[in-house]
């Protein structure tokens, strides 16, 4: 099994910052590309933010030049920077990660369990 625990959500004022955290544990052989992901009410989950093991970046153009993406493959743990918040960045947030348990096997998408963050004054 392979468990992602999200941290670091919560309320901020508008133009403030947070930082989310998400740590993978388990049976974990390899990560590959790990990311973030928010869904807001009534609409499709979609993507913020992704990163490779090579620490290649990608991002939604909504969040460009706002949020940083980064990761510590030691302690398999993904990062998200958020600063300049605005309002519509109120959702949750998710955590992604593509995992191979073993040495051998197939590559498998897990989520975290999601974290609010809300932007409001």
């Known amino acids: 099994q392979v468990q992602l625990v999200e941290s670091g959500g919560g309320l901020v004022q508008p133009g403030g910052s947070l930082r989310l955290s998400c740590a993978a544990s388990g049976r974990i052989f390899s990560i590959n590309n790990m990311g973030w992901y928010l869904q807001a009410p009534g609409k499709q989950r979609e993507l913020v933010a992704e990163?490779?093991?090579?620490?290649?970046?990608n991002y939604a153009n909504s969040v460009k030049g706002r949020f940083t993406i980064s990761r510590d493959n030691a302690k398999k743990t993904v990062y998200l920077q958020m600063n300049s918040l605005k309002p519509e960045d109120t959702a949750v947030y998710y955590c992604?990660?593509?995992?191979?348990?073993?040495?051998?096997?197939?590559?498998?998408?897990?989520w975290g369990q999601g974290t609010q963050v809300t932007v409001s004054s």
């Open positions: 990163i490779t093991s090579g620490g290649s970046t």
């Open positions: 992604n990660a593509n995992v191979r348990p073993r040495s051998w096997g197939d590559w498998s998408d897990y």
